[in-house]
């Protein structure tokens, strides 16, 4: 049974930076997955974040997270990680790290992932 769950979210003002991480636990020996991050903000869609393919050498990002957010993934620890610079208010949601039976995440949507964690907060002051 793969579990995931969420930590380091919280507040912090526009501008500013956050990480927020995932642990990944039941993830077979024998088999790859991408990883990935989405947010959903009260009132909008569930939307993607960034995702990062199986070996951590492909990331693909949400268009207003370019050049702001960072994925990456530790095999070892079987982690995931989101680091977000220069946050805006916008980025204020809940975010969700999700696991995909497949090597890569390019176009792929949240249906594609079946495991997910409980959410974690990000709140952005400005």
């Known amino acids: 049974q793969v579990e995931l769950a969420e930590s380091g979210g919280g507040s912090v003002q526009a501008g500013g930076s956050l990480r927020i991480s995932c642990v990944v636990s039941?993830?077979?020996?024998?088999?790859?997955?991408?990883m990935g991050w989405f947010r959903q903000a009260p009132g909008k869609e569930r939307e993607g974040v960034a995702c990062i393919n199986w070996n951590g050498h492909s990331t693909h990002y949400g268009n207003s997270m370019k050049g702001r957010f960072t994925v990456a993934r530790d095999n070892a620890k079987n982690t995931l990680s989101l680091q977000m610079d220069n946050m805006k208010p916008e980025d204020t949601a809940l975010y969700f790290c999700a696991v995909r039976p497949m090597r890569d995440c390019l176009g792929a949507n949240s249906r594609q992932y079946n495991a997910w964690g409980q959410g974690i907060q990000v709140t952005v002051s400005s």
């Open positions: 039941g993830l077979t020996a024998d088999r790859n997955y991408a």
